[in-house]
Nanobody, 124 residues
C-alpha cells in the first residue's frame, strides 16, 4: 500500500529526494517514517514524521543532512537527502504506523505498512 520512488546512483556529496505515496489508502492520521537497510546489516530508522506533520525526528547519522516532509493532500511523504556519503547506501523503505494519531516510533516493529523499498547507492 506504500510505493517509494526516487532512488538511484549518486556521487558522494550529492543529493536525492525520495518520495512515498499511499497507493490504496490514505495515511493522513498516521505517523510515517523512513528506514534503510545496508547489505549485511539490520534495518535501521532514518527519520519519522508525526501524523500532523508538526513533529519530525532523525537518527544521529542523518540529522542536519536529511529532511522529511509530508503532503496530506497528495498522501505523500518525502525524504530530501543532502551531502550523501557511502554510509548512506542501502535500500530505503517507507513505513506507516497502523495506529491513528500515534507518536513517532524508531523501531520497525511499531510500523504496520511497508513499501517495497528503493535502492540508494552513493559511489564515485
Amino acid at each position: 500500500q506504500l510505493v517509494e520512488s526516487g532512488g538511484g546512483l549518486v556521487q558522494p556529496g550529492g543529493s536525492l529526494r525520495l518520495s512515498c505515496v499511499g497507493s490504496r489508502r490514505g495515511f493522513s492520521l498516521n505517523a510515517m517514517a523512513w528506514f534503510r537497510q545496508a547489505p549485511g546489516k539490520e534495518r535501521e530508522f532514518v527519520s519519522g514524521i508525526s501524523w500532523s506533520g508538526t513533529y519530525t525526528y532523525y537518527s544521529d547519522s542523518v540529522r542536519g543532512r536529511f529532511t522529511i516532509s509530508r503532503d496530506k493532500t497528495n498522501n505523500t511523504v518525502d525524504l530530501q537527502m543532502n551531502a550523501l556519503t557511502s554510509e548512506d547506501t542501502g535500500v530505503y523503505y517507507c513505513a506507516a504506523d497502523g495506529r491513528r494519531w500515534s507518536t513517532i516510533g524508531i523501531s520497525a516493529k511499531e510500523y504496520d505498512y511497508w513499501g517495497q523499498g528503493t535502492q540508494v547507492t552513493v559511489s564515485s
